[in-house]
Structure formats: C-alpha cells, structure tokens
C-alpha cells in the first residue's frame, strides 16, 4: 500500500474511514469481509462488537491490531495511522495462547523481553500485571496448573503489561462456564476503570454486550457493515435484570436475528457450491 501522511486531526482511540478487507484480493479466492466500516472510539471507551458469525468481527480487530493490512479506506489510532502491530494496541485471541513451558510471570512479560527488558525488569512489571487479576500467588505456577478462567486473567495481564491505550478482546470469555463469566466481566470493568484504556470486544453473547458496552456495534452478515450502533445508557454498576437492560436484550436480539438468518442462508449457499 503506498504510504500516505500518519496524520489525523482526531484525538480518539481508534478511527476508521471506509475500511474494508477482501482476502486473496486479485485471485480466484477473494472474499470480500468487511465493507465501508466508519467508527470512531474514544478514550477509554467500551465498545462491543455484535454480529452473525462470519460476519467480520475477527477481521476488523486483526485490521486495527495492524496484524492485518485493510484492502480498502484507513484506520487510525490516537492520530497515528495503524500499519503495523504497536505495543500501544494489544489483542487477546479467544484461545488463550499462554506458553506451556514458561511461568505465569514470563509469560505475561514475555513482550518485554522481545523489547529486550531486563530480566528483574520483567519480573516487576508482571507482578503488578498480575496483581491487577488477582494472580500474584500463582507468578511460578505454569499454565497447565491453573483453570481456564485463570489463563484468561493471564492473558488480560500479559496484555496489561504492555500498558496499551486499545485492548482489543476477541470473544475472550466465550470458552468459560456462565458464573466464571460473570465474574470474569466484572473483573473486567475494574480493570478497565483503573487502566483507562479502551476496549473493543467480540461477543456472540447479547447478555454479555448489555453487561459490559458504553455502545454495541451490530455488523450485518458478511460482508460486514455496520448494521446500527447502540449507545447502552445504564448506570454502572448495572442492574442486569431491570426494565431497561430487558428491553435491550430485546433490541438488539432483534437487530441481530435477520443477520443471523441471512449469514446462514449464505454459508449454506456456500456449502452446497463446494
Ligand atoms: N485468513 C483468512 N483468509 C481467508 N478468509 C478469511 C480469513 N480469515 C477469515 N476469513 C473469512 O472472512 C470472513 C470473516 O471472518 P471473521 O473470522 O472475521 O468472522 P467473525 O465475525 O469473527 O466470525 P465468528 O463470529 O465465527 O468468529 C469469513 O467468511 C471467513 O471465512
Ligand atoms: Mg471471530
């Protein structure tokens, strides 16, 4: 992609313009993602994203951790634009990715030893991370001693070490049981309130959207473009089984029922095909 100049006048987290992904563009392969998707973020905002599987989510998370270069329109991050993956910006797959063979201190500093940190400099900055989830006690522990929900608060703090100003979570819950969930988001909301960085977070989970999202984007089926965009105005701490949160839940299961019926009728279609 020819470069073009790293300014933008915004201020916010992250900032798309007309972004869209086609994978394989130019080949036979190509299959077009995301299409003409315009969002802005701001300062320790957090937004969840909504949508049918296939849609796009994975993809437009991969685009603004610069993992991934958009095919079409540009993405910016506090007026830098993003090309390339930054520390400022960190991603939490939904498969915990933890290495086996290393503690739970070095994995969660193991980005700084990439930047070439000193051994005790390491070791400090993940006591802290890891103080933050509550896991202090289990620094020498390895990963295959401990629960899924807590390599998950690992990897939140493996990301937390970074000090990013964008955490970028993609459906990080959605292997765990409903109570740790639940406990999981609020621990979530702590960290996030103390952090002060913004979240962008996939979920197929509607309760999970109302629980956690100053907005929920909803992403029609693929190729994903922003359906409608929901400002969640409960107060926090919320109470998840008032009127309000209800009649939500009931909104956006509405907004998202068509695109699911319209994301299998296409997965189907391609089914048939191959
Ligand atoms: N590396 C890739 N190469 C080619 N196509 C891809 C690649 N990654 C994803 N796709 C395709 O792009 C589309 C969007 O995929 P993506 O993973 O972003 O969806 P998603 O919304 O995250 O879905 P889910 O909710 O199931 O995780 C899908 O049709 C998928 O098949
Ligand atoms: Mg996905």
Redesign the pocket.
């Known amino acids: 992609m020819a470069s073009s100049p790293p300014t933008f006048s915004s201020k916010d987290a992250v900032v798309c313009r007309n972004v869209g992904k086609t994978?394989?563009a130019g080949t036979s392969?190509a299959?077009e993602?995301?299409r003409g998707i315009d969002l802005d973020v701001k300062p320790n905002e957090f937004v969840v994203f909504l949508?049918?599987?296939?849609?796009?989510?994975?993809?437009?998370l991969?685009l603004i951790a610069g993992l991934e270069e958009a095919t079409g329109g540009s993405i910016w991050s506090f007026s830098d634009k993003v090309e390339t993956p930054s520390p400022e910006r960190s991603l939490i797959f939904?498969e915990t990715s933890l290495f086996p063979w290393l503690t739970v201190w070095e994995n969660v500093s193991f980005g700084l030893s990439i930047r070439g940190a000193s051994r005790a400099e390491r070791r400090a900055v993940a006591e802290e991370a890891l103080q933050r989830v509550g896991l202090k006690a289990a620094m020498e522990k390895r990963p295959d001693e401990l629960s899924g929900g807590m390599r998950q608060r690992v990897a939140v703090a493996r990301a937390l070490a970074m000090r990013p100003k964008v955490l970028l979570m993609?459906?990080p819950f959605a292997a765990l049981d409903v109570q740790t969930r639940a406990r999981m988001q609020d621990f979530l909301l702590d960290v996030w309130r103390d952090s002060g960085a913004s979240v962008l977070f996939?979920t197929?989970h509607i309760d999970e959207a109302v629980a956690l999202a100053d907005r929920v984007v909803v992403?029609t089926a693929?190729p994903?473009r922003i359906k409608t965009i929901v400002p969640v105005d409960l107060p926090r701490p919320r109470d998840l089984f008032s009127r309000e949160a209800e009649a939500l839940r009931i909104e956006l299961t509405d907004l998202l029922r068509d695109e699911v019926d319209r994301a299998f009728a296409e997965q189907e279609g391609l089914a048939s095909v191959a």
């Open positions: 994978w394989s392969r299959h993602a995301l949508g049918p599987s296939g849609c796009g989510k994975s993809t437009l991969y939904q993609d459906e996939v197929h992403f693929r994903g």
